[in-house]
Each structure stands twice: as structure tokens, then as C-alpha cells.
């Protein structure tokens, strides 16, 4: 069946999105972001299927079209030509006949092999999950593309892999096996495909010639990998590539996946994984738990890359849903927003292996300056910044601190409500304290301090930077080893910020306040 653009629901967008023009991206009620991607309405969880096709970038998203909360999951779909501005567009993978649309990943058949387009016109390929309520199964699906991604056709001969085939390797009776990660591997001539087994803490391997019928080929499981957390567990969503090593002619082999339980936050988190790969069996590298998380905040959850990306760009991009929360957070029309996409990149820094992000640079392009400082020293006794204001913000730090002092940057202050990130000397440690961001009251998790550490080898001159938008904040200190990503809800009012330090002094090599508007 294909999925036509249909055009009420074209224009139902339309209309929202002439809506908030008029009345403006930050409502006090509704806590809509200013330029990260958010649904037009409705529920968002995970992105899927992250793919760029010529000039265009696609985002797929784990959705809810009918209601504000977790059900009826569908793949959702937006593209872009920059990755910051977006077209909402229809459903592109709906429930159908009582099965739903879980967690999955995209891939161009460029060769053709599946047989479910021409060598003219190859195939793009979707790889789902689909959950059936009624019996709580889920198997793994097929569906796919002839123009460019613009509509969907499910497979006639679905699943591609039923439970009855993955029971062996499914402690569950294949009732827990999902997120299909896949891709063509090269040198073994066969389609890859990595499972998720939910609280098994573990992933399975299979393959394929014609992305259609699969074999079990390998498991891995936290028992084969040194130094894994035992505390890590309920591994989901994996996503699985190459990365070079900056400063080496290495590259690695990487997965990088999402366990429900056990991250430095609590709560979901993302962490990456490094080691072989030859095709049918992954050997993880041993764990070393400072390098192990990508974000060390609450919310960066289920993140994936975008594939297909040309070697000419050369980037590997990430992002994921800002929310570890369900319902509870106080937005009335929507719920869930992308985090700003990401460069993943590796790179030994004092021994030790890190991963590196930082917002893509098509953020550049839509920013303004609006306050800018050079080598000065901040005392104890002084306050920067307090006259510039702005709830949509790119803040870059540069500066190196006296031995035991701290470094504070309130953003979103106003009244009795801030939130601080700070820099600690003491122990080479960012962190982002929520304790007084505006609304905490709507979950359990959703107040207290985030903190991670810095690569000793980046303490000397410190790098911070802070995207700022109306109910998030994402921190990028060192060369991007430490991250924290968190949601906050203050009121429209709170848009003030401060520089100050305590402790000691600290020579600002500069300080820079971008204001971003799409």
C-alpha cells in the first residue's frame, strides 16, 4: 500500500504552523522550541530511519498522529534541506490491521539485491519493528521506497522475520525483539542486521543477500564485553558504523545504543561501543567507564545516524529525542523535541579513547551576534552578561581558571529561576544544575545536577559551549568528551544571563552570545 501526501492533513500544518506564526514560538503554556524540531502536534519519541537522499535530509520519528502521549506508534516524517529547518509531512509508516510501527532504520539498496526496485531506479529500504497489541508480539518488518522517500510501500510477504524465527535467540519467545539497525556490509557481501532483546541486555546478528530472508548469525551480550557496567540494563535502539580515529589512520567499528537503566542521570542514556566486526561476529573493545556515555544529561534518548550522507561531506551526525519523561512534561499540543544534530567523531585525548560531539556548523548560518568579549579577567567581585537577554541562544566559552575556583553561567534567569552551568577547577568537572530552571513539578527526575568530566589534556584552556532554546539545554564541554543535554520549564519572562566567578579569578580568552532565530 502506498502512503500519498494527503492534502488535509497538509493543510491542518499549514494552519498550525500560520498559527504560531502570529502568536510566536514560545508560548507561555506550551514551551514550543524556537529552532530544534518538535512535532507540528501530537506525541515523539525516537527518531528512525535517519537517511539523506540527494540533497535532502530525511527524519523519521517513533509517533503518536492522534493523541499527546505513547500509543498508536507510526513512523512520523520531516525533511530538510539544512537539518534545522523542517517540513512536517505525513505519516510515512502507519498502524495497519492492528500492527504498529516500532524503532527502526533506513538504507539505499543501491545494487538493487532485494529485488524491490530496478537497477535503474534502485530501492530505499525502511526496517521496522511491528508490534501487535493484541498479542504483544513484535517482529521485524520491511517496507520501502521507489521515489526518493516521499511515500512508503509495506513488503507483501512481511515479516522478515517472525517470532517463531527469532524464539531460539529470545529468552522472551521472540515477544522482545526489536530496533532493527541494518546495512550492506561490503567486504562480506551481505545486508547486516542488529536486534535489540530489551531487559536481555544483549543484541543479536543476522544476515542476508537480499534483505529479505535473514540468518541468525552471532549474539553479543554485556558477559562478552570487559568492564561492562552490570548496573547497564534494557539495551535498545543500536545503531552500527565506521569512525575514523582522528590523528591515525584507524577506523573502527562503533555501536552505539540506548539502555533503559543505569546511566550517569538515571534513567536512559547513550552509550558507544568500540571493537571488530567481520561481518557476523562484533568484539567490543574493553569498557572504560569515563568514555563509555555520549551525554551525561537526563534527556538524549534512542539517538541514531543519518546514512547515505556523501563521502564528499564526510560527517557522522547523531540525534536523539529530548525527553525521558512519558506524558509528564508540561506541553499541552506536543511532546518530545530532537536534539540539535551532532557530530560523532573519535579521538584519543591522554591515553584514552573519547567521543567527540559537536552541533553540526549549518548552525553558523542562522545565528546573530549579540555579545561578544575578549581577553579579560572576571573576578570575584564582577557580574558579565546580566544586560543581554535571549531564550534562544549559542554561547561559546574559552577561558582558563584559577586553581579551586568555579565558573558560573546562569541562563534562563529571572526572578527566583536559572539554570547555572558551571565549571569546576577542583575536579575538571562541567555541570548543569537544574535545581531552579522553572517548572521541575512534573516528574521526579525532572530537577537536581548533571555533571561530567573533562579530558585532563583540555583543562588547561577551557572550551564550554551552551545551545540554549526555550525548554532545553544542551552543554558541549572540553573538545565535545563531555556532554549533558537536559529539558528545562521556565517562564517567558526568565530570559536574563550572568558570568561570574567564585573561588578565584579567570581569564576570559573569550566569551560569545549568538542569538538563533530560523
Not at 480 to 501: K, N, T, W
Request: with cysteine; proline share 6%.
Amino acid at each position: 500500500m502506498i502512503f500519498p501526501i494527503f492534502p488535509k492533513i497538509t493543510m491542518k500544518i499549514k494552519a498550525l504552523s500560520l498559527l504560531w506564526t502570529l502568536i510566536g514560538p514560545a508560548v507561555a503554556d506550551d514551551y514550543r522550541p524556537a529552532f530544534h524540531f518538535c512535532p507540528a502536534e501530537n506525541w515523539m519519541n525516537e527518531p528512525n530511519g535517519l537517511i539523506k537522499i540527494d540533497s535532502t535530509w530525511h527524519l523519521f520519528y517513533q509517533a503518536d498522529p492522534n493523541q499527546n502521549v505513547w500509543g498508536n506508534e507510526s513512523w512520523a516524517h520531516a525533511n530538510s534541506t539544512d537539518l534545522l529547518h523542517w517540513d512536517h509531512l505525513p505519516i510515512a509508516i502507519p498502524v495497519e490491521n492492528g500492527i504498529e510501527s516500532f524503532t527502526g532504520t533506513t538504507y539505499y539498496d543501491s545494487n538493487n539485491t532485494s529485488g524491490l526496485g530496478t537497477s535503474a531506479n534502485p530501492p530505499y529500504l525502511a526496517f521496522f519493528t511491528g508490534y501487535t497489541e493484541s498479542n504483544e508480539t513484535q517482529d521485524q518488518r520491511l517496507a520501502y521506497s521507489k521515489d526518493l522517500g516521499a511515500t512508503w510501500v509495506k513488503y507483501g510477504n512481511n515479516p522478515i522475520i517472525g517470532t517463531s524465527q527469532e524464539a531460539p535467540h529470545d529468552t522472551s519467545g521472540g515477544l522482545e525483539s526489536r530496533d532493527p539497525k541494518v546495512f550492506f556490509h561490503d567486504p562480506l557481501g551481505k545486508w547486516v542486521m542488529v536486534l535489540a532483546h530489551g531487559g536481555q541486555d544483549k543484541m543479536t546478528f543476522w544476515t542476508s543477500s537480499n534483505a529479505k530472508s535473514w540468518t541468525w548469525v552471532s549474539d553479543l551480550s554485556a558477559s562478552q564485553i570487559e568492564g561492562f557496567p552490570p548496573n547497564v540494563t534494557g539495551w535498545e535502539v543500536p545503531d552500527m558504523f565506521q569512525l575514523p580515529i582522528q590523528g591515525t589512520d584507524e577506523t573502527t567499528w562503533v555501536i552505539i545504543f540506548t539502555p533503559a537503566q543505569g546511566s550517569p542521570a538515571g534513567g536512559n542514556g547513550v552509550l558507544g561501543l568500540t571493537g571488530s566486526f567481520d561481518g557476523k561476529t562484533f568484539v567490543a573493545d574493553p569498557v572504560d567507564n569515563a568514555t563509555l556515555w555520549l551525554d551525561y544529561g537526563r534527556d538524549f534518548d534512542g539517538a541514531l545516524s543519518w546514512v547515505n550522507v556523501p563521502t564528499s561531506d564526510g560527517r557522522r551526525i547523531i540525534a536523539a529525542v529530548m525527553n525521558s519523561y512519558g506524558s509528564n512534561p508540561p506541553t499541552t499540543t506536543w511532546k518530545g523535541l530532537l536534539s540539535i544534530p551532532r557530530t560523532l567523531t573519535l579521538k584519543e585525548i591522554d591515553s584514552k579513547r573519547y567521543f567527540l560531539q559537536q552541533p553540526i556548523a549549518e548552525l553558523d548560518k542562522i545565528e546573530t551576534s549579540l555579545a561578544s568579549i575578549q581577553n579579560q579577567t572576571l573576578t570575584p567581585n564582577q557580574t558579565l552578561l546580566s544586560s543581554v537577554h535571549g531564550s534562544s541562544l549559542d554561547i561559546r566559552l574559552v577561558f582558563s581558571i584559577d586553581p579551586g575556583a568555579t565558573l558560573s553561567l546562569a541562563v534562563r534567569k529571572g526572578g527566583s529561576e536559572q539554570t547555572v552551568i558551571r565549571y569546576l577547577q577542583s575536579n575538571s568537572t562541567v555541570l548543569v544544575d537544574r535545581t531552579a530552571s522553572g517548572d521541575t513539578s512534573y516528574d521526579p527526575a525532572a530537577g537536581g545536577i548533571h555533571s561530567a568530566q573533562l579530558a585532563q589534556g583540555n583543562t588547561e584552556t577551557v572550551h564550554i559551549r551552551a545551545i540554549v532554546d526555550t525548554c532545553s539545554v544542551e552543554v558541549f564541554g572540553g573538545q565535545g568528551e563531555a556532554v549533558i543535554s537536559d529539558l528545562i520549564f521556565p517562564s517567558d519572562s526568565s530570559d536574563g544571563l550572568s558570568l561570574e566567578v567564585t573561588g578565584g579569578t579567570a581569564a576570559l580568552q573569550s566569551v560569545e552570545v549568538y542569538s538563533v532565530t530560523l
